[in-house]
């Protein structure tokens, strides 16, 4: 299971901090990501850690603004979010491939508007 929080409505500029808290399987063993869906558009890679957070790698409209972690010890990753822009606004995603199939949370909505 993977639950998402911190989502909310910021101003252009402002920052937000999300988090994905990861129950049922090994948490340390996996690739964690981070996905998002805009109003009318498919859902998009927005970021990734590698299992120890050894490697991350960014969408190129995310990179230098956005940074995710990890805490294999709260089986949580982390979304920081700064510089945020009205294109931001999405539904934010977390998910994880593992035993043969691909999981997501629920979701976390951010809106980013003057």
């Known amino acids: 299971q993977l639950v998402e929080s911190g989502g909310g409505s910021v101003q252009p500029g402002g920052s937000l901090r999300l988090s994905c808290i990861a129950s049922?399987?090994?948490?340390?063993?996996?690739?964690m990501t981070w996905y998002r869906q805009a109003p009318g558009k498919e859902r998009a890679f927005v970021a990734g850690?590698?299992?120890?957070?050894?490697?991350?790698n960014y969408a190129d409209t995310v990179r230098g603004r956005f940074t995710i972690s990890r805490d294999n010890a709260k089986n949580t990753v982390y979304l920081e979010m700064n510089d945020l822009k009205p294109e931001d606004t999405a539904v934010y995603y977390c998910r994880v491939n593992y035993g043969g199939r691909v999981h997501w949370g629920q979701g976390t909505p951010v809106t980013v508007s003057s």
């Open positions: 049922g399987f090994t948490f340390s063993n996996y690739m």
């Open positions: 850690v590698t299992s120890v957070g050894e490697n991350t």
